[in-house]
């Protein structure tokens, strides 16, 4: 038997079992209209993905200067409204956004190295089972001395430091080896400015803190498989 398990299906699994085995093991999905193509969301993500990806060439003879990389993603923005894919308003807002958000990190120290990077990992293997952590990571970054994942988050909420051991954060360390993760809190409380809309929290594990969390996840999943 084989069980693939994203870090979401993990919180599934925790918190409500019987709700994992419907929608993990027998496959059921609830009946209900797809709203991710408006969600504001996606759309950031979507223009930060292009952000590091352009940051990411290092050709000089092709290399875009943040300004035409911001002009390069408005464009790019702006094209989705013509095709329909978000609505006007959420595109300009996130534009507007996009703009505080380049500007308040364009002195920062993150080197990108891979973006909206899919991992597949096996947590335990048997003869009978097989389980494979699986996902996609918005980005991995290098600073000196260090390389670590990275999760985009938007909210409209005022800064909160976020749980420590939270199966998101902890999964994608052990998937990439790192004992460092970054939440990059991106704000959308339009009476604030880019200082209180930012933020970056890091977290940080022992190799045991992880291989702890590895071994909980198994037992949680073969506690339900039966």
Same mark, same amino acid.
């Given at each position: 038997?084989?069980?693939?398990?994203? %870090?979401?299906?993990?919180?599934?699994?925790?918190?409500?079992?019987?709700? =994992?085995?419907?929608?993990?093991?027998?496959? &059921?999905? %609830?009946?209900?209209?797809?709203?991710?193509? !408006?969600?504001?969301?996606?759309?950031?993500?979507?223009?930060?993905?292009?952000?590091?990806? &352009? &940051?990411?060439?290092?050709?000089?003879?092709?290399?875009?200067?943040?300004?035409?990389?911001?002009?390069?993603?408005?464009?790019?923005?702006?094209? !989705?409204?013509?095709?329909?894919?978000?609505?006007?308003?959420?595109?300009?807002?996130?534009?507007?956004? =996009?703009? &505080?958000?380049?500007?308040? =990190?364009?002195?920062?120290?993150?080197?990108?190295? *891979?973006?909206?990077?899919?991992?597949?990992?096996?947590?335990?293997?048997?003869?009978?089972?097989?389980?494979?952590?699986?996902?996609?990571?918005?980005?991995?970054?290098?600073?000196?001395?260090?390389?670590? %994942?990275?999760?985009?988050?938007?909210?409209?909420?005022?800064? =909160? $430091? %976020?749980?420590?051991?939270?199966?998101?954060?902890?999964?994608?360390?052990?998937?990439?080896?790192?004992?460092?993760?970054?939440?990059?809190?991106?704000?959308?409380? $339009?009476?604030?400015? *880019?200082?209180?809309?930012?933020?970056?929290?890091?977290?940080?594990?022992?190799?045991?803190?992880?291989?702890?969390?590895?071994?909980?996840?198994?037992?949680?999943?073969?506690?339900?498989?039966?």
């Amino acid at each position: 038997m084989i069980i693939t398990i994203s %870090p979401s299906s993990i919180e599934t699994l925790q918190s409500c079992p019987t709700a =994992y085995n419907f929608s993990s093991i027998l496959r &059921l999905r %609830p009946i209900e209209e797809d709203t991710s193509r !408006m969600d504001r969301g996606t759309l950031f993500h979507k223009l930060l993905a292009m952000h590091y990806k &352009l &940051l990411m060439n290092e050709d000089e003879s092709t290399k875009l200067t943040i300004n035409q990389i911001n002009l390069t993603i408005v464009a790019a923005a702006r094209e !989705m409204t013509r095709n329909d894919e978000f609505p006007h308003e959420m595109v300009e807002e996130c534009i507007e956004n =996009y703009g &505080l958000y380049s500007q308040f =990190y364009q002195s920062d120290n993150w080197k990108p190295v *891979a973006v909206e990077t899919p991992f597949s990992v096996v947590l335990f293997e048997s003869e009978e089972l097989k389980i494979i952590l699986e996902g996609i990571m918005d980005l991995i970054v290098e600073i000196p001395g260090m390389k670590f %994942p990275v999760d985009h988050k938007t909210t409209e909420r005022a800064e =909160y $430091k %976020p749980t420590i051991l939270n199966n998101q954060f902890m999964a994608y360390c052990y998937a990439t080896g790192s004992k460092n993760f970054v939440k990059n809190e991106v704000g959308f409380q $339009k009476s604030y400015g *880019a200082d209180k809309r930012f933020h970056r929290h890091m977290m940080s594990y022992t190799e045991d803190i992880l291989e702890e969390w590895k071994n909980q996840v198994v037992f949680d999943i073969m506690k339900t498989i039966g």
